[in-house]
Every structure is written in C-alpha cells, then in structure tokens.
C-alpha cells in the first residue's frame, strides 16, 4: 500500500510541474470563472453523479457518504482537456491540464467517518481580442479559487446517513483589458489582480435501502447555502503605444484602487436517485438547481451580462460484470457511462444587441481498473468526456471540449488493535 500510494504522489506531482490553468475557455471570464470540478474521476465518467455511495469510495460531493466508509481511502485526480472554439468567422485550440483533487476519507467505528482535502472550485484562463482599421482590443485572464474542505458524516440509521462539510475559498485572479483607437495616441491598460477568501457549508442525506431480494434504492438531497467571499482587488491603469507588430509599450501606469468587495457564493440544491444491483449494476438520475441569479460580479465585469439561476440535468451509472471473478480481469472491470446537461445561469450578448444563454453538454464513460491484490478494492479510474458548451448565435463562441482524466482510489485499514504482539 505505501508503494502505491507513493507513486501515485509521484506521478500527480509530475503532472502538476507542467499543468497550465484549469481552463482556457473565455466563458471563465464571467461572474467568479467557470466551475470545473464535477466530482472525482469515478463521479465524471458517470455523468457527474453523485448520488450513488458505497463504503470504498470517497464521494467528494455529499458529506453523508464519509458515514459509509470502511477503509481508509485516498483518492487522486487529474484532468486533460482539449476544446476547439469557433465563431462564425474563426476558430481555434487550446489545451489544459490540472491536478483536479487531493483527499482522505477515514471511517471511525461502523457508523462514522471524516474526510479532508483540497478540490478546485472556480478558474479563470482565457486570452480573446479583435483588431480592426479602428479599434484594438485584448482580453487576457488566469487564476483559481480552490478549496481546502473538512467533512463528517454519519449513520443515524442502518438506512440514513447524514453529514456535513466546512469549506475554507481561497485563491488569487488576474484580469487584464487593453483598448487602443486610432483616434487617441495613447491605449488604456487595466489590470486588476484579485485575492479570495471565506468559508462556506456544504450539508447532505443519503438514503439506501434493499427494496427486493436483489435490488437497491439509493436517493440523497445535497444543499450548499449561499455564502460570502471576500475579495481584495488592487487595480493598475497604464498607457500604452501599439507598435505594428501587436505589442504594447508601456509609457506610464499607477495604481488606482485597493479596495475590498463581497461576493456571494450562490446557493444550490441536489436530488437525486439511483436503484440497481449491489456489486453489479447502478443506474439514476439527478437534478441540481444554483441560484446563480444571486451571484455578485467583480467591480469590473463587463455590461450585458445577465447572471439567472443554473440548472442541470444528469443521468449515469456503471456495470460489473461479476467483481469476484478469478479467471478474467476484464469481467472485475466497473464500466461506467452517462449524460449531463447543463443551463450555466449565464445570458450574454456577444454582438451589442442580442443575448443568448450558455449552456454546456457532456457524454461521458470510463473504466474503474482493479489494482494491487485481487481482494483488494484499490482501483484506477479512466474517464472520458466529449461535450459542448456556447454557441454561435449572437456573435458569441462555441466550445467543442474533450476530456481524459486519470484517478487513483486507494484503500488501506487504520486503527485495527493488535491481538498479538
């Protein structure tokens, strides 16, 4: 267990020496950035469902689940995405790759069990811009808001479980706008670099009951209130010149403001309901309502933009073939599949006049790959995602995205009393 534990740090550390921003899209622009994170490698490869538990697992999307645990368990994601963006007039690529999450679940006794870690919660990273015989313009932002979180949960019956969660925000954005004319000697340069911080809850139930001699229903409500985050922005304004070749020489610049501002973190509510097979099949459905209409832009979001209440729709679940097998791997294998649809709260107007909402789409399978001894519940996960965000209308941007991502699950038994010594 040590040896894999360790080269499971070692690989994931590999891979965040060269890891860019959690995204690229320039729909992170908007109100805190764009949420990436959508559950652990096991939760995205099933539509990003979350409401499915089971007492190996760590469920990083419903504090209920810790009550489940039966091993200690250490959980490790990371992500690679590929999107192509394409306007009516142009197109392009771009890539990121991040370390997703860090966690630890820890039962204690048979109806308890607490977890810890860090998981992502908003990213910035774009770089749009236009030039034309009259105007330049360029748009550039990066940085993250993550969050360090501590959960419990707990069985109250052998069939409910609840639990609950405090999450410390923190992270550092930076924005930076750029406008020249052909009337003015002189372009304007903004740059405003922002620090977060503030504590947020997360709070949930987890119901799961044999309704039949083989068959099992599972169902849970998830809710997070809203809450505030802090954010000090020191701002920068500087003068520039446009040389031919695109670049900006700057003349003279000041820092204008410090202040502090508070943001609302928006509220948002979960249900959802699985039924399946214990070891052999799972299929359900979720739907989770934000009140994004509630969310608080930065001092220097742009006009026409409109912030209503986020919507999503998901379906998912995963087949066994017969987890005990002896003979074949492949029949050990948990394969895992679903949809997601996603109304992102956001309404803008690309083109001055008309608006239009964002909303994303994924499809999404994986594999949950047995690892170490054969009676051990260790497991790599492989998940993939092939989706669609934006649109084209209302001179705005279409995002076509791709995504591979790469978990380990790893189990091992604590505080067990030795019988000899």
Avoid: C
Avoid at 2 to 10: T, Y
């Amino acid at each position: 267990m040590i040896r894999s534990l360790v080269i499971a740090v070692v690989i994931l550390t590999s891979i965040n020496g060269f890891a860019q921003s959690r995204t690229s899209s320039p729909y992170s622009f908007f109100g805190l950035g764009q949420q990436t994170f959508k559950g652990t490698i096991e939760n995205r490869s099933m539509g990003s469902m979350r409401t499915y538990v089971d007492s190996v697992h760590i469920n990083l999307r419903n504090p209920a689940a810790y009550g489940n645990l039966r091993l200690t368990t250490y959980s490790l994601g990371a992500v690679h995405s590929k999107t192509w963006a394409s306007t009516e007039t142009q197109s392009d690529s771009y890539d990121a790759t991040t370390i997703e999450y860090v966690s630890i679940g820890i039962p204690v006794g048979k109806k308890a069990g607490f977890g810890f870690g860090l998981v992502p919660f908003n990213s910035v990273g774009y770089e749009i811009g236009s030039v034309t015989d009259a105007l330049y313009s360029r748009f550039t932002g990066e940085g993250s808001i993550t969050r360090a979180y501590l959960g419990f949960g707990y069985k109250l019956t052998p069939e409910l479980s609840l639990g609950g969660e405090f999450r410390y925000n923190f992270g550092e954005e930076t924005n930076s706008s750029s406008v020249a004319t052909n009337t003015v000697q002189f372009g304007t340069n903004e740059v405003n670099e922002t620090d977060f911080s503030g504590a947020s809850f997360n709070f949930g139930l987890h119901y799961q009951k044999m309704i039949s001699e083989k068959l099992e229903l599972q169902a849970s409500a998830v809710y997070s209130p809203e809450s505030d985050l802090n954010a000090k922005n020191e701002r920068t304004l500087s003068a520039f010149l446009l040389t031919p070749s695109l670049d900006e020489n700057i003349v003279n610049s000041r820092d204008t403001e410090f202040g502090e501002q508070n943001l609302k973190l928006p509220s948002e509510l979960t249900f959802g309901v699985t039924i399946g097979q214990p070891l052999k099949w799972n299929l359900g459905a979720e739907y989770s309502i934000q009140g994004s209409s509630a969310l608080s832009s930065r001092s220097f979001a742009p006009a026409g933009t409109t912030f209503n209440d986020a919507q999503s729709y998901r379906v998912g679940g995963f087949y066994i073939p017969n987890y005990n097998s002896i003979t074949n791997y492949w029949d050990r294998v948990v394969y895992r599949g679903g949809i997601r649809y996603e109304e992102l709260g956001i309404e803008v107007s690309g083109d001055g006049v008309n608006s239009s909402s964002i909303n994303e789409f994924g499809i999404s399978f994986g594999l949950g790959l047995p690892i170490g001894r054969r009676s051990g519940f260790s497991n790599a996960n492989v998940g993939f995602e092939l989706g669609q965000r934006g649109t084209q209308d209302a001179g705005l941007i279409r995002e076509r995205f791709f995504n591979f991502s790469l978990g380990l699950s790893l189990n091992d038994t604590w505080f067990i009393k030795r019988k000899y010594n």
